[in-house]
């Protein structure tokens, strides 16, 4: 095979590709994409939440029954990651059943990087990152219809949104709360606690329909084994990272003439979840969904 070791470089990450928030009642579910946000810019948007008020937030907003909730573009988007790689299946529901409960099954995977300890990966709309050469290998020759990646739970958001009724909203290094004050401008580390609304633990959620592919993801304890659902507790607990699987539309072939591989991502409009707080009095922010491409050279 004549891929270098040296010469395989990601240019981009593949991630979990979903929202994290468990901020509002209606919006914490991470296979919700919603719209995409409306530009405060061409669009004034005069109030957060005032039903009566056709430019608020709240019903600009609106997408069938769901309102109050969309997608925006960060400054900067992160995650740390652990390994990337191809597989034939999927290794968290290789034969038809989720492995809950049990380690996944990384049997027909070959890794394209690995790392234990785990690296940072930080970039921005329109911007690239290169993973260390240290840890990338050159992945087996062959077909894969699934990409792979195991990252952290925790994502790292910074943003902005506005002006919304005068007041331009900024993300802060507190999950949860924002600012009008652009002192405050910070990151958040916004971490992934079910795949539901408050009130269960879904700790995987599979066939979520993205630009590429589908998308199956699941929670993985520091035992490497898959959480299992529980709908008895509020959210799940003893996470540590996230298994991201996509089965990409168009199957990946490395063969011996592979040199390199480019992973290409979107997070304009979609990188980032724009949110209307419970009370509607403030904007919040939380991680959002972004699409991969991949091509080999």
Same mark, same amino acid.
């Given at each position: 095979?004549?891929?270098?070791?040296?010469?395989? &470089?990601?240019?981009?990450?593949?991630?979990?590709?979903?929202?994290?928030?468990?901020?509002?009642?209606?919006?914490?579910?991470?296979?919700?994409? #919603?719209?995409?946000?409306?530009?405060?810019?061409?669009?004034?948007?005069?109030?957060?939440?005032?039903?009566?008020?056709?430019?608020?937030?709240?019903?600009?907003?609106?997408?069938?029954?769901?309102?109050?909730?969309?997608?925006?573009?960060?400054?900067?988007?992160?995650?740390?990651?652990?390994?990337?790689?191809?597989?034939?299946? /999927?290794?968290?529901?290789?034969? #038809?059943?989720?492995?809950?409960?049990?380690?996944?099954?990384?049997?027909?995977?070959?890794?394209?990087?690995?790392?234990?300890?785990? +690296?940072?990966?930080?970039?921005?709309?329109?911007?690239?990152?290169?993973?260390?050469?240290?840890?990338?290998?050159?992945?087996? +020759?062959?077909?894969?219809?699934?990409?792979?990646?195991?990252?952290?739970?925790?994502?790292?958001?910074?943003?902005?949104?506005?002006? =919304?009724?005068?007041?331009?909203?900024?993300?802060?290094?507190?999950?949860? =709360?924002?600012?009008?004050?652009?002192?405050?401008?910070?990151?958040?580390?916004?971490?992934? &606690?079910?795949?539901?609304?408050?009130?269960?633990?879904?700790?995987?959620? +599979?066939?979520?329909?993205? %630009?590429?592919?589908?998308?199956?993801?699941?929670?993985?304890?520091?035992?490497?084994?898959?959480?299992?659902?529980?709908?008895? =507790?509020?959210?799940?607990?003893?996470? %540590? &990272?996230?298994?991201?699987?996509?089965?990409?539309?168009?199957?990946?072939?490395?063969?011996?003439?592979? &040199?390199?591989?480019?992973?290409?991502?979107? =997070?304009?409009? /979609?990188?980032?979840?724009?949110?209307? /707080?419970?009370?509607?009095?403030?904007?919040?922010?939380?991680? #959002?969904?972004?699409?991969?491409?991949?091509?080999?050279?």
């Amino acid at each position: 095979m004549k891929l270098i070791k040296s010469n395989f &470089k990601f240019l981009a990450i593949f991630s979990s590709l979903f929202a994290s928030s468990l901020i509002t009642e209606k919006y914490s579910s991470i296979a919700y994409a #919603g719209p995409i946000c409306p530009d405060p810019s061409t669009t004034p948007i005069t109030s957060i939440y005032n039903p009566s008020d056709a430019n608020s937030f709240h019903n600009l907003t609106k997408d069938g029954d769901d309102q109050g909730f969309c997608r925006g573009t960060p400054e900067k988007y992160g995650v740390t990651v652990y390994k990337m790689g191809f597989c034939a299946k /999927n290794p968290g529901n290789p034969n #038809g059943t989720v492995l809950a409960g049990t380690n996944p099954d990384y049997s027909s995977c070959t890794w394209a990087y690995e790392n234990l300890s785990g +690296e940072t990966a930080d970039f921005s709309a329109g911007g690239s990152i290169d993973l260390s050469k240290t840890y990338s290998k050159s992945p087996s +020759e062959g077909t894969y219809p699934h990409a792979v990646m195991l990252i952290s739970k925790d994502f790292r958001i910074k943003g902005t949104y506005g002006p =919304v009724a005068g007041n331009t909203y900024y993300s802060t290094n507190t999950f949860g =709360v924002s600012s009008t004050d652009i002192n405050d401008y910070g990151t958040t580390i916004a971490p992934l &606690k079910t795949f539901s609304g408050p009130g269960s633990c879904e700790a995987y959620t +599979e066939g979520e329909s993205v %630009v590429g592919g589908t998308i199956s993801a699941y929670l993985i304890d520091a035992s490497g084994s898959m959480l299992t659902n529980n709908s008895s =507790v509020a959210e799940c607990s003893g996470q %540590v &990272k996230l298994l991201g699987v996509m089965n990409m539309s168009s199957d990946l072939t490395i063969s011996s003439a592979t &040199k390199g591989l480019k992973m290409t991502f979107v =997070v304009s409009d /979609n990188g980032m979840s724009v949110m209307s /707080n419970q009370t509607g009095t403030s904007i919040l922010f939380d991680s #959002g969904p972004f699409s991969v491409n991949f091509e080999t050279f």
